[in-house]
């Protein structure tokens, strides 16, 4: 056995970034295969509480502590050494550490000694704070309405962004962002979250020929990239640092509502402007009009109403860029599927397939010209879309 779990962890040290996946449903399907009922039952029906108290270690500071514990020279921290360091009662500390340790975050050495493990410095992450807050406050509530939110429909298909869970949840009348206007700490919490959760390595720029779609001479005062629905402009910052004026000329305008752009980022030679992308589009003649995870946000009839906005601002040199997650039709992975539900809850939104895609594209008078997958574990990818 022992030999066995040392060749797995052999082969999970070698995975390359598209193996990971695979390899984690695998030995996960394997421990489920394990299981009694109740085993199954514990797991998932406690996986709040996993949230809940990976939250308050954060929140304690315990997986920085016992990080830096382990990358010294003590190694691992005492109960009273944790007490001392966040003010915590140590009863209540080797009740969290405890819990932590039984899932897997920290691991125990000692009937009061803890230290950090992989899964512990994955939790010191710059994303993993701001996607806790914004999973346990923003979205947890939402999953918890849920299932007597589609009984109540019926079990249909949501296609309806007035009428969802999120809007049982926070008994409110408003979406998601516009809710955000008047709350600014989950706002931060998914601005941040969005921000951190990959590198400008993982993004579209790494696969997609802007400089070969751009002709010569492109003129400075001329629009050049679009960034509709942008949120407060990370993208037009990469956009930007990858391709400065004096390589690409053009103006680069970020677009979105009044409560972003007032937080919007001040990014030297990017436009920082408000729209509502569901009305005409202002900016005419653009080369590239960009949306990064905006359509997952809205139902079918909303999606083909921004399509068509765009649409009638386009000509015939320029290009719609639409960054999305395009699940497979077999075997969705986890993320992809967990996304999928969650747009569901919040905005009656979907994930879609290409082929989904292309259907939308058909309706609205578009064609898809190419894929770009730049992150296969997760199947984001920038679609290339034109006028016929």
């Known amino acids: 056995m022992d030999a066995a779990i040392d060749n797995i962890k052999q082969l999970a040290s070698e995975a390359g970034h598209g193996a990971r996946q695979p390899i984690i449903l695998a030995l996960t399907k394997l421990i489920y295969a394990l299981e ?55 009863t209540l500390l080797l009740r969290l550490v405890r819990y932590l340790a039984s899932i897997g975050l920290v691991d125990q050495v000692s009937k009061d000694a803890f230290k950090a493990n992989h899964a512990s410095k994955n939790m010191t992450a710059k994303v993993a704070e701001s996607g806790l807050r914004h999973y346990f406050y923003t979205c947890c509530p939402e999953y918890f309405a849920l299932p007597d939110h589609l009984k109540r429909a019926g079990y249909k298909n949501a296609n309806d962004e007035t009428q969802t869970a999120w809007h049982d949840a926070f008994k409110t009348d408003k979406g998601p962002f516009a809710w955000f206007a008047d709350k ?41 990239y679009v960034n509709i629905g942008g949120n407060i402009g990370h993208q037009c910052a990469e956009f930007r640092d990858r ?23 001040p990014t030297p030679g990017v436009e ?62 986890l993320d992809a599927a967990a996304h999928d539900i969650t747009m569901l809850a919040a905005f009656a939104g979907a994930e879609r397939s290409e082929e989904q895609w292309r259907g939308l594209f058909d309706e609205v008078g578009l064609r898809l010209v190419k894929t770009y997958v730049y992150n296969e574990a997760s199947y984001e990818s920038v679609m290339d879309v034109r006028l016929p």
Request: charged content about 20%; overall charge negative; glycine content about 8%.
């Open 272 to 333: 920082n402007t408000v729209h509502d992308f569901f009305q005409p589009q202002p900016v005419r003649g653009a080369k590239f009009y960009f949306l990064r995870g905006v359509f997952h946000n809205h139902p079918d009839h909303k999606v083909k109403l921004l399509l068509g906005r765009t649409k009638d601002a386009m000509t015939a040199e320029s290009i719609l860029l639409i960054d999305e997650i395009i699940p497979p039709e077999m075997g969705t992975g």
């Open 36 to 90: 009694t009922p109740d085993d199954t039952v514990q797991r998932i029906g406690g996986l709040a509480l996993q949230t809940s108290v990976a939250l308050t270690a954060v929140d304690l500071g315990l997986f920085r502590l016992l990080v830096e514990a382990e990358e010294g020279s003590t190694g691992s921290l005492t109960l009273s050494e944790l007490e001392a360091k966040t003010g915590a009662d140590k």
């Open 184 to 224: 600014p700490d989950n706002m931060a919490y998914f601005n941040d979250y969005m921000a951190f959760r990959r590198g400008p390595e993982l993004g579209w720029l790494s696969v997609y020929p802007v400089r070969e779609q751009v002709p010569a001479g492109w003129p400075a005062d001329r629009p050049l």
């Open 243 to 265: 391709f400065p004026a004096e390589v690409l000329p053009g103006r680069v305008i970020l677009q979105d509502l009044p409560h972003s752009i007032a937080a919007a980022l």
